[in-house]
């Protein structure tokens, strides 16, 4: 069983900045769950060279230090609250930002909710400067997606598994930006794993804030999926 508090701790650990009281107060184990990968994610683009200390903003663009997560999923041009994203600064190539629960749009032109994204900062801002009505990204500016399954009784099923690779399918894209996506849950799913494997699609299973070799195994997949972005400029 995971405990919320447990995770919230490792993640304040891992970014190095405290989570708002409110976040906290409010959050499930699914949210913390989202953001604790997403924390593994920060980690990963810091060994692979990410300018560090990580800076965090919110829609303005105004920098701070008070990280707010979305609880639910919402547009990346949303003006209140003041939710927070993360810039990552590779030395040399075009800014990334990290989001949690932003909604995208693939060949079927409909949103849906991508747990965690990395995306083209230019993009990003391009959608933020739009005040007039909902929008979301465009799954080509998607350089890492993740969807995240957080379970403490229920069982990952095959139809989780199937749901997932509908979803990658939709937001396949033939553009510069080679996206890769993530099927993360803090259960073991055999069945869901070997269907996904048969798919040439990425997972992870068991992953807890003690599952040390779980989580190293997945910062590595991060940072190799950073390292082959940088070597395309």
């Known amino acids: 069983m995971i405990l919320k508090n447990e995770i919230i701790k490792e993640i304040e650990k891992n970014l190095e900045n405290a989570l708002i ?110 005040t007039n009505g909902k929008v979301s990204i465009k799954s080509r500016h998607i350089l890492i997606g993740v969807e995240c399954k957080c379970y403490e009784s229920s069982k990952i099923s095959l139809g989780l598994g199937r749901s997932f690779l509908g979803l990658v399918k939709d937001f396949s894209s033939r553009g510069k930006l080679k996206s890769q996506y993530f099927f993360i849950s803090n259960q073991t799913f055999k069945s869901v794993a070997k269907l996904l494997s048969r798919h040439d699609q990425a997972w992870a299973h068991d992953l807890t804030p003690t599952s040390d070799k779980e989580i190293e195994k997945l910062c590595n997949q991060f940072q190799s999926k950073f390292q082959q972005y940088k070597s395309s400029f």
Do not use: M
Not at 33 to 48: D, M
Not at 69 to 83: E, K, L, W
Not at 86 to 113: C, K, R, S, T
């Open 21 to 130: 009281s409110s976040y906290k107060e409010r959050s499930n184990a699914s949210d913390v769950f989202e953001a604790f990968v997403l924390s593994i994610i920060i980690q990963a683009a810091i060994k692979e060279g990410a300018k560090c200390p990580i800076q965090w903003e919110n829609i303005n663009g105004a920098k701070t230090t008070n990280i707010l997560f979305r609880r639910s999923p919402g547009y990346i041009n949303s003006a209140s609250p003041q939710y927070t994203h993360a810039i990552l600064d590779f030395p040399g190539v075009d800014l990334l930002e990290l989001h949690l629960g932003i909604y995208a749009i693939g060949i079927a032109e409909v949103p849906q909710e991508c747990d965690i994204a990395v995306v083209k900062r230019s993009e990003a801002q391009r959608c933020r400067s739009i």
